[in-house]
């Protein structure tokens, strides 16, 4: 037996612990083998998310991002002052309207005052309604004619007469020497009214 011919040698460098550990995820392993893959199907490329510069996809790096940020921040308070004002001209619109809406109110209400005050003095019937709520008349102190004055008149001078008779039964009980014990003056006696007659007798 003879020794084996001596062929291309090839040395591979040995992996390192994170290249041997990176190789256990699949993802990664996935990744490696469609890099390294040769047949005729599509074959994997780093960053292909890029369109080519003939596509209609195709934009700039630098038209990727904004860039004009000034403008942008202008924009946007502009716009948060118009709306600011829009608020402040929707409110003070509303408070006119509110405003106008409470002095139309006053207004139609002193006109149903008026006119009502107008329509009392043209008819005299509500003159009526002015009456005192007893038949004397506080003015000149008198009862007022009729049956109602005459029955005002009997009750008031029933309250007087009972109210001596009252006055003249304690009297009575009061004492019956006929003056007074302590300071010795003559005890003046009650003068009782004669009893009321009832109206209509």
Known sequence: MTAPELGDVVNLQPLTRKERLSQQ???????????????????????????PPESLGYIPEAERFITDIASIEKNERDALFAKKQQQQYTKRMGRADAEEQRWRTIEMTHQMEAAKLSEMRENSTFAR????????????????????????????DSLR?????????????????????????VIQKVTVPNAPMMPGR
């Open 161 to 185: 007469y009972r109210g001596a008779l009252r006055a003249e039964h304690l009297q009575q009980r009061m004492t019956s020497t006929g003056y007074n014990p302590i300071t010795g003056e």
């Open 129 to 156: 309604s002015n009456k005192t709520s007893m038949p004397y008349n506080p003015i000149n102190l008198r009862y007022d004619d009729g049956t109602d004055g005459e029955r005002l008149r009997y009750s008031d």
């Open 25 to 51: 995820y699949r993802e990664d392993l996935e990744k490696m083998r469609l890099r390294a893959r040769r047949e005729k199907y599509c074959r994997y490329e780093e960053g292909g998310v890029d369109q």
